[in-house]
């Protein structure tokens, strides 16, 4: 889950909620594909949702409880936006695993009497056994509420176990709080998983034939073999390679006859290539000009004309049919086309996969991935042999479950933002390390990873999305945690949140923390209580002119690392009276924003770097640009980092400022002939600021020779982004030597700039 809301305009909710939802529609009505049509109308029925329930004040937008009559801790259905629909995210209609559980039960298939059997002797002894085989998997946290209870109980915390059950009692008939079943415990929390077995099953059940390839194969094995048959009839009448030279006779008109009653069969049964059925293609000629003289029609100058042209092309180009070339190259063909199609192999894929649990991950992929066998050939048609092909083996090694550092060094992850997606698994078994009972160890990691999955909520007012803490089953085990923190476990967050933290900064350098990552690492930073805090990226859009107390105690960490220091002199900061500021807000009270605590100092301290401290306009280019600056005061958790939690990247600082010139570069490549390039610059402009921060971390020596090497980088790209980055490098040159940005950014008349990702006035780099 986000910390922050996604970025959409709260006061433009209305107009953007109706243009995703006339988005939907459309695609709902148009698209060619019916499961895109069917998701598409699902998706309008969501939109159509979130503004009902607007229109009926149901529904409270930018608010932490958005749904009128739920608390916080009910996950809700969101959609993109951070919009809440109204409904539940575990209610709706029965789980089929429900109505089985009913039945089984003995009571009726409704969820209040799933809830109330949970609480009798029966129902209880049926969550305790689930509690000791760890067969079951937490979905939604509320699945994990009941077994908490069960937990209670057992342990002798009856009075815990009631105020809990009392709490869940109103939501009964609405939510589900029954475990779904499993067929195993969970699997090792050390190794994660992209994608499920069952993830992967749905990719490879969706993909159709290819269409193409398809047509493609039926005339290498169809078309192609049929037409050397006409040409060879065609030839029996030449004479000096010229056709009808010699009267055809009974026999060849026989024979023509048949071969035309097996085009008809052949047309009918082989549908996917065309080309046979053209007027002006060689096949189509030849069939052409034999049912006319088979009907006994001469034909016209013109037809043998075509006629005899198309017989002396084919001739020419591939060899008259029996000569060695004609022969060598129909056998590379009818090789070619006894290839399996991808969609074959894609069945055989799904055989394979089926004999595996279906809601984890593969921990062995080679064995799926070899060569077609003998017995599967027989049972499937397949040839022995036949290699997997590329993009089916991406499809199952996307669920190789492993190490998170070996799915980053095969590729599968590929992002920060994928990677972010997966933390969760991790920091879910080291938070739970804290429960002293094996039990309540695993149920709460399934906990943390399902609510790992909760999406955030726009929100408005400085308002904080939902903890895991405030789960009221959480809560309830809370004094079981909170008795057995100690030193080790301390140990095993930090050990945790340093191999993330150094993960996530070497497979990504020029990408900036995304929001998920920055939650996982603050709650693990929180669990070892080391004092520094992680920021989120927020949001331009709905920014509300202030910032935490926390982004100025981020900014002085920062300082503390970078002061006189290439970082500081390039952006044109004074640590020095960041520190001090911190220190004043420290001896003074807080001011506090919408009930909040706010930094007024930090926030005032950013715009004035901006240069929107006497604007009063409110604009989402204006956000961003004081946005950007407190991102430039902090590093965006970079120096926390460093500084705090003490990674040690690999193979060192120097590398990792190279490969985020290069992402530079690579971005500014994108902005030629870009419609919409800003977001682009922006991304540039933030790998620019890492690159800085990694460059000021390295001896002068090797900055020197950094310097020295970026025109060699710069010219492994097109010609067009040394111009765009020439004014950058040109204030990084000045800046590496001692001088210093007007007040204005620039420098040398405009020839040096400061490169920022936000302008109000419109960006150089354009």
């Known amino acids: 889950m986000n910390d922050n809301a996604e970025q959409q305009p709260l006061v433009a909710a209305p107009s953007y909620l109706a243009a995703q939802l006339a988005k939907a529609f459309t695609t709902a009505l148009t698209h060619h594909d019916p499961a895109t049509r069917r998701r598409a109308e699902e998706r309008g029925q969501r939109w159509r949702a979130v503004l009902a329930g607007m229109a009926a004040g149901r529904l409270r937008v930018g608010s932490r409880t958005p749904v009128v009559g739920l608390p916080a801790w009910v996950t809700p259905e969101v959609i993109r936006g951070g919009f809440a629909t109204g409904t539940p995210g575990a209610g709706g209609p029965l789980q089929p695993y429900e109505t089985e559980a009913a039945r089984s039960f ?139 030279e010699l009267a055809p006779d009974a026999d060849w008109l026989a024979r023509g006859a048949d071969l035309l009653a097996r085009y008809r069969l052949l047309a009918a049964e082989h549908t996917r290539c065309t080309k046979h059925r053209s007027p002006k293609h060689n096949l189509g000629i030849l069939r052409g000009a034999l049912e006319e003289t088979v009907a006994g029609r001469p034909l016209d100058a013109r037809r043998l004309g075509l006629l005899r042209h198309a017989v002396q092309s084919m001739v020419r180009r591939r060899g008259l049919p029996g000569s060695a070339p004609h022969t060598a190259l129909r056998r590379q063909q009818t090789r070619q086309a006894a290839l399996p199609s991808h969609h074959a192999l894609a069945q ?166 995304p929001n998920p990552l920055v939650r996982e690492l603050g709650v693990l930073a929180r669990q070892c209580d080391l004092g520094a805090p992680f920021v989120e990226e927020l949001a331009a859009d709905i920014f509300m002119g202030t910032f935490s107390p926390k982004f100025l105690t981020a900014a002085r960490i920062a300082g503390e690392l970078l002061g006189g220091t290439l970082y500081e002199r390039y952006y044109g900061i004074d640590y020095g009276a960041i520190r001090n500021l911190a220190i004043t807000e420290r001896g003074a009270a807080l001011s506090r924003s919408h009930g909040a605590r706010t930094s007024a100092g930090f926030a005032r301290l950013c715009a004035e770097r901006a240069g929107a401290a006497s604007s009063r306009s409110w604009s989402v280019a204006a956000n961003g640009t004081v946005i950007e600056q407190a991102q430039i005061l902090t590093t965006h958790n970079l120096a926390t980092l460093v500084n705090r939690v003490e990674i040690a990247p690999q193979p060192g600082f120097a590398d990792l400022a190279h490969r985020c010139f290069a992402a530079v570069c690579r971005l500014t490549a994108r902005v030629q002939n870009n419609r919409r390039p800003l977001p682009t610059i922006k991304d540039a402009a933030y790998a620019w600021r890492q690159m800085l921060f990694h460059l000021s971390l390295c001896p002068p020596a090797e900055q020197r020779r950094f310097l020295a090497g970026l025109a060699e980088e710069t010219a492994r790209h097109p010609a067009h982004v040394a111009t765009r980055l020439a004014p950058a490098l040109a204030g990084l040159a000045l800046t590496a030597e001692g001088g210093a940005f007007d007040d204005d950014g620039t420098a040398d008349g405009g020839r040096a700039r400061r490169f920022l990702g936000w302008s109000t006035t419109g960006h150089w780099m354009r």
Do not use: C
Request: glycine content about 8%; cysteine-free.
């Open 106 to 244: 003995g009571v009726p298939a409704e969820r209040r009497a799933l809830f109330a059997h949970g609480l009798t002797e029966a129902g209880l002894a049926w969550l305790w056994a689930r509690l000791d085989d760890g067969h079951y998997t937490v979905g939604l946290p509320e699945e994990a509420a009941l077994l908490t209870v069960a937990w209670l109980v057992r342990h002798g915390a009856t009075g815990a176990a009631l105020d809990l059950a009392a709490e869940l009692e109103p939501f009964a008939d609405r939510l589900r709080f029954l475990p779904r079943p499993a067929d195993g415990p969970a699997p090792d929390p050390v190794a994660v998983h992209r994608n499920t077995v069952s993830d992967a099953v749905d990719t490879l059940v969706r993909r159709r034939p290819n269409a193409a390839v398809e047509a493609q194969r039926e005339a290498l094995s169809v078309w192609q073999p049929f037409g050397d048959e006409l040409l060879v009839h065609w030839l029996r009448t030449a004479r000096d390679g010229r056709v009808l």
């Open 348 to 513: 055989l894929m799904l055989r394979r996969l089926a004999e595996l649990p279906q809601d984890t991950g593969i921990t062995d992929v080679p064995p799926l991935l070899t060569p077609v066998t003998q017995r599967e050939g027989q049972e499937t048609g397949l040839p022995a042999g036949a290699q997997v092909p590329p993009v089916l083996r991406q499809v199952v090694e996307a669920a190789l479950s492993a190490p998170l550092g070996t799915l980053v060094e095969r590729g599968v992850v590929p992002s920060a933002e994928v990677m972010a997606e997966l933390v969760p698994q991790l920091v879910a078994a080291t938070t739970a390390r804290a429960y002293r009972d094996e039990a309540l160890r695993a149920l709460m990691a399934a906990n943390y990873r399902a609510f790992g999955n909760r999406r955030s909520l726009l929100l408005v007012n400085l308002e904080r999305q939902v903890r895991v803490e405030e789960l009221p089953w959480v809560r309830a085990v809370s004094g079981q945690r909170s008795a057995v923190i100690g030193k080790t476990d301390e140990e095993g967050a930090l050990t945790v949140l340093r191999q993330l933290g150094e993960l996530a900064v070497q497979a990504f350098p020029g990408t900036i923390l």
